[in-house]
């Protein structure tokens, strides 16, 4: 690969190790490593603040009942995930772009709108759940939180002007630090192995509350904006140069899926079995982040309160960033507007803005969040599947049969969920 077609932010080294990765003369678990990042990037919507809100509620509301459905939305995040960057890698354009080129002009429009919606929703989430962090561990009013959110995140956006990969890096440091932290956790407060593996397996639900979380966690697990994220973030990077090639890059791919989403789901599950742990029996109505944090200072120590504070700010930093991103995706692929990265941060920011001025209930909002991201996740699904099964756009790589089948049940679940959702708001 020559320098002039060389993505920036990869090393020459990198670059001829791909190249020769994909060739087939690189080979053995070193043959992988020149591929990851997109996923991993990826990974960090699924370990948002948003999460974090989702799950401390159902594990403190509902013990292990509702772990099934953290399972359940991860392996669906799994497929959809590695359905998006599939597409990426053999057509060389988004998901938002083929969007553009193969749907009416009127439905793209109402697409783009959900799609930033969606990117609003989950901003939301990831700089209020940043700004709680902040305030908690500085003494901040959560106005100066979501300030030194917004400075922090524009700094850490400034990276991608040296390329991908050193923002792929902090990003890998990010998900170190959350998945050590609920490591942590899950050591000072040791769960009940039993009842959460038999409510990982065994779908149960309690009453329309646990409808409206277990909606939460589909929302905040399988994400919309990383789902149209991840199919740009395998565009540009290491093309392959013919279909034996490309074969390899998906299965590299694939495999990166897997590792970067299993990390999460096991997080998001420990998110869920702490909370369980330490909040069902005795304080069952620890519903707010702040409520969690305080309440595990005197309850666990010093230790487990940092440990959640850490999460939870690299969590809402992170994300952020990768949102942000994800945003800039949206808007210049649907529709060709480039804005200023700044303008788009005070964007996407805007609804935490007023839900931090208007003194709303931070953690309720965050929940709501998820759900409304819930609510617009099968547009993208959907997209997606149509897309990914035409011989015209994806050629030989074209959806099988097998999976378009449960790919469409997933949908499917989704939708059914949501429905529920919408039929128990209005009888209320």
């Known amino acids: ?3 002039a077609v060389m993505p920036r932010g990869l090393s020459e080294r990198t670059a001829r190790a791909g190249e020769a990765s ?12 020149p591929f990851i990042g997109p996923a991993v990037l990826a990974s960090i ?20 009942l509702l772990l099934w459905v953290v399972l359940l939305a991860n392996v669906i995040a799994m497929l959809f995930q590695a359905l998006a960057a599939r597409l990426g890698i053999v057509t060389g354009q988004s998901l938002a772009a083929l969007c553009r ?14 799609s930033e919606l969606a990117a609003m929703a989950t901003d939301l989430a990831e700089s209020v759940g940043a700004a709680i962090g902040i305030s908690l561990l500085f003494g901040l009013p959560l106005e100066a939180g979501l300030l030194v959110t917004f400075v922090v995140t524009w700094v850490l956006l400034s990276v991608q002007s040296r390329g991908f990969r050193p923002l792929e890096l902090i990003i890998t440091g990010f998900v170190g630090v959350i998945s050590l932290a609920y490591v ?5 407060a040791p769960p009940n192995w039993g009842a959460a593996a038999f409510h990982t397996v065994v779908p149960m639900l309690d009453g329309p509350d646990s409808v409206a979380l277990a909606v939460g966690i589909v929302g905040a697990t399988v994400m919309p904006h990383a ?16 279909d034996v090639e490309r074969r390899r890059l998906v299965r590299f791919s694939n495999i990166e899926v897997m590792g970067a989403l299993s990390l999460a789901g096991l997080v998001n599950m420990a998110m869920v079995a702490m909370a369980a742990t330490m909040f069902h029996a005795g304080h069952a109505d620890v519903g707010e982040i702040e409520t969690a944090y305080h309440t595990l200072l005197p309850l666990m120590g010093t230790i487990a309160a940092g440990a ?12 952020s960033v990768v949102g942000t991103m994800a945003g ?4 210049q692929d649907f529709v060709h507007i480039r804005i200023p990265l700044w303008v788009r941060r005070v964007v996407t920011m805007a609804p935490a803005m007023v839900v931090v001025g208007l003194g709303v209930n931070a953690t309720q909002a965050l929940v709501y969040s998820q759900v409304m991201l819930s609510l617009l996740l099968p547009v993208p699904m959907v997209a997606l599947l149509l897309l990914i099964r035409r011989a015209d756009v994806m050629g030989q790589f074209a959806l099988g049969r097998r999976t378009q089948v449960v790919a469409t049940v997933a949908t499917g679940f989704v939708i059914v969920l949501n429905a529920i959702l919408l039929l128990q708001t209005a009888a209320n």
């Open 308 to 319: 959640f504070l850490a999460a939870l700010m690299a969590s809402g930093l992170s994300s």
């Open 328 to 331: 800039q995706t949206i808007m």
């Open 45 to 64: 919507a699924y370990m948002d603040p948003g999460n974090i809100a989702t799950n401390i509620q159902a594990g403190a509301g509902h013990g292990y």
């Open 22 to 33: 994909l060739s087939g003369h690189r080979r053995g678990p070193s043959a992988f490593l």
């Open 1 to 3: 690969m020559s320098e």
């Open 101 to 114: 080129s193969h749907f009416p002009r009127p439905v793209v429009l109402a697409m783009w709108v959900g």
């Open 227 to 242: 789902i149209y994220l991840h199919s740009a973030l395998t565009t540009g990077r290491i093309a392959a140069r013919s």
């Open 184 to 188: 942590v956790e899950l050591f000072i």
